[in-house]
């Protein structure tokens, strides 16, 4: 009954991927790949802090499992410019003001992605601002 109203109310989704899905969960295997992936991230956590801090911005506290870290930019620096001169040196940043409501924050910030955090380049960039 459930996959008859699947085919009458969603049309996009495949049985085999359905299927997939279905086995690495009941399975245990994303259970264990997300424990692992857990304890990764929390691993590079500090590290990331560290290294963003060494540069001489202010990293927020946030959740040592997370996969962002929010950074204050030093206060007059213009965010989306710093986002375009990063991007002509191959390196992705969100910039602050699209997290919030009304596209406007109190403090120049970016979120960053702690897998990159502690990238040499990343670095050398950030302490060029």
Known sequence: AL???KMVTIVSTSDFVERVVH?????GQYRRHISRLKSRLVDVYGLAVKALERTGVKVHPGDPSGYYLW????KGTDELEL???????GIFLAPGSVFYP???GSYPAIRVNVAYA??????KFLRSI
């Open 3 to 5: 996959c008859d109203l």
């Open 23 to 27: 086995q690495l969960i009941s399975s």
């Open 71 to 74: 950074t204050e930019l030093p």
């Open 83 to 89: 986002v375009r001169q990063a991007a002509t040196q």
């Open 102 to 104: 009304d596209r406007q």
């Open 118 to 123: 502690n990238d040499a380049r990343f670095i």
